[in-house]
């Protein structure tokens, strides 16, 4: 069983930078592949990012690649997602999610085993 919790959210201004943490409970943390999605108000959840188990390979949707850089520190149990260059169009919930030892499909939500609560992101233009 894991627990994750995010945290960092909040209102900016287009432009400026944010970072989310995800913290979970556990300690196999490091088996988990890890991923943020995000869902807007009256759209479908949608992928983010992915890191791996060890965090050598990451993963991004295009609308956010050069923007956002996702990393994890398994020493402290945390999964980061850096926002840079936000954008009106960045507003949305975050989640992190979890699965355990595989990341196949690792853009489509349904496969993974646990979620966070999700942080609210609000980017005014």
């Known amino acids: 069983q894991v627990q994750l919790v995010e945290s960092g959210g909040g209102l900016v201004q287009a432009g400026d930078s944010l970072t989310l943490s995800c913290a979970a409970s556990?300690?196999?943390?490091?088996?988990?592949?890890m991923g943020w999605f995000r869902q807007a108000p009256g759209k479908e959840r949608e992928f983010v990012a992915a890191?791996?188990?060890?965090?050598?390979?990451?993963y991004y949707a295009d609308s956010v690649k050069g923007r956002f850089t996702i990393s994890r520190d398994n020493a402290k149990n945390t999964v980061y997602l850096q926002m840079n260059s936000l954008k009106p169009a960045d507003t949305a919930v975050y989640y992190c999610?979890?699965?355990?030892?595989?990341?196949?499909?690792?853009?489509?939500?349904?496969?993974?085993?646990?979620w966070g609560q999700g942080t609210q992101v609000t980017v005014s233009s």
């Open positions: 999610a979890a699965r355990y030892y595989s990341d196949f499909g690792y853009v489509r939500g349904d496969l993974y085993d646990y």
């Open positions: 556990g300690r196999t943390f490091s088996s988990y592949f």
């Open positions: 890191v791996n188990w060890r965090g050598g390979s990451t």
